[in-house]
């Protein structure tokens, strides 16, 4: 990668990513559903839509809001079809495969938003929103975010639940090595990475005996293919983002990008602030988190974890991703939209379920709901800010507005073939993480891989 590449502003890196994302890639306003045929046929029949979703109860509370929809929509009966997280995205193709493809899903599994769309799966409701005379403002939704489902002036998705990257930390940790707390401000340059491994070289304790160990800082921000963007370096190049998720090139084996992998396995292998992934599991199980068994000081993660912040064991607080340099990127997001399947029978009728979903009283209703999901309508996410026992909600609304002016919608999302792409990392990127192999002799045989994964 050319070290010296003119780097887009975060303004511009989101609206070029919410213009294709990528090229390819009560109720606040809209009608009403006494305006709308909801039976699509103007005769009255009553039909039966399917969204489906993930078999877990921050998706499935959805099934709590089809009485009032189905109350004010005599005509549209809700089924909820559900899967488990890593069986997602296979259930789903075997449900289009067999002609039982569901309504309106979201990307929820492995597979985002450009293999969707590169496989022709989507919806394009262009002529359904011109019809319905739907407006994103109407509902408080941003204009940036419906770009990102905007593909060549089509649009193939309406954004329902907008999570950003944050840090979380242990407010008892903190006291407990006489630490001041992270700033979340995301313009206190004060508050940066060096600090941040500072701090946690403070509360870091190892020891043989696995109870008495702790690190200080887990940082986990965004997949591991896009953990370079954080510190200035490209791993795909540019065009991605106009060539439907397909890069022309990428840049794994690239100095900058080897780099990058360095300093951050390097807060595990040579700082010993952060945990290993082995022990990780040992302390909080297969699926655990070691943060929430109070095992970690400092956790950069996705703000879904904030959704079990009133039920863990201690004070909890939230702060800006430290500044790195001069980095323009430090908040990864994860926009999830609503999409309507092409082989949806009821196209209309799902787009009356969906414009329910982003209404803001019902978004409001679903934060409770759900258990603490961020909704993307931005009136409601003044509910959202206030969520959480024991934090400030002003550093909750910091932290989120902070999290989109440096903001990179999760590449996840935008390049197609991903659930490959991530499972080829993982295995790859162990022995690095366990001290049998350096960032320099794994870079290329993931650039090799890599580009086999995306010719295909």
Not at 13 to 31: E, N
Not at 381 to 395: M, N, Q, S
Request: contains cysteine; negative net charge; aromatic residues 12%.
């Amino acid at each position: 990668m050319n070290k010296n590449r003119k780097r887009k502003t975060p303004a511009l890196l989101l609206a070029t990513v919410m213009f294709v994302v990528l090229a390819m890639s009560g109720c606040s306003g809209g009608k009403s559903a006494g305006e709308v045929d909801s039976s699509g046929s103007g005769k009255g029949e009553k039909v039966t839509i399917t969204h489906y979703t993930i078999d877990s109860e921050d998706r499935t509370f959805i099934e709590k809001l089809i009485p009032d929809f189905e109350k004010k929509h005599p005509n549209i009966k809700v089924k909820v079809e559900k899967a488990p997280y890593e069986q997602f995205d296979s259930k789903l193709q075997t449900l289009i495969a067999g002609d039982k493809s569901p309504d309106v899903t979201s990307h929820y599994g492995y597979g985002g938003f450009a293999e969707y769309y590169n496989k022709g799966m989507l919806l394009d409701l262009t002529d359904i929103i011109k019809e319905d005379d739907f407006k994103a403002g109407d509902y408080n939704i941003p204009e940036d975010l419906m770009k990102i489902y905007t593909v060549k002036d089509r649009t193939y998705g309406i954004p329902v639940n907008m999570y950003v990257t944050l840090m979380l930390y242990n407010k008892d940790m903190f006291d407990a090595a006489s630490l001041s707390y992270p700033s979340s401000d995301y313009e206190d340059k004060s508050w940066t990475f060096d600090k941040m491994v500072e701090d946690a070289k403070k509360m870091t304790v190892i020891s043989d005996d696995v109870g008495k160990t702790q690190y200080g800082v887990d940082f986990t921000w965004a997949e591991r293919d896009m953990r370079p963007l954080y510190f200035g370096a490209q791993p795909y190049s540019e065009d991605t983002w106009t060539n439907g998720g397909v890069p022309s090139a990428t840049h794994f084996d690239s100095p900058e990008v080897i780099a990058a992998y360095n300093k951050l396995f390097g807060l595990i292998t040579k700082e010993k602030v952060s945990p290993s992934t082995e022990w990780s599991k040992s302390v909080a199980g297969q699926n655990g988190d070691p943060f929430v068994a109070g095992k970690i000081g400092m956790s950069v993660t996705g703000s879904w974890s904030l959704a079990g912040a009133n039920d863990f064991p201690f004070k909890i607080g939230v702060a800006a991703v430290p500044w790195e340099g001069d980095n323009k990127v430090r908040s990864t997001l994860f926009v999830d939209p609503l999409l309507i399947l092409k082989g949806s029978k009821h196209p209309k009728e799902a787009f009356e379920w969906v414009k329910f979903l982003v209404t803001t009283e019902v978004q409001e209703k679903s934060i409770e709901l759900s258990g603490g999901n961020p909704p993307v309508n931005t009136k409601a996410a003044e509910t959202y800010y206030k969520h959480f026992e024991g934090i400030d909600p002003a550093d909750v609304k910091k932290v989120y507005e902070g999290g989109v002016k440096y903001g990179f919608e999760s590449y996840n999302h935008l390049v197609t073939n991903y659930s490959q792409i991530n499972d080829m990392f993982i295995n790859e990127m162990q022995p690095i993480e366990t001290g049998h192999k350096t960032v320099e002799e794994v870079m290329p045989t993931i650039q090799k891989k890599i580009t086999e994964i995306i010719k295909r």
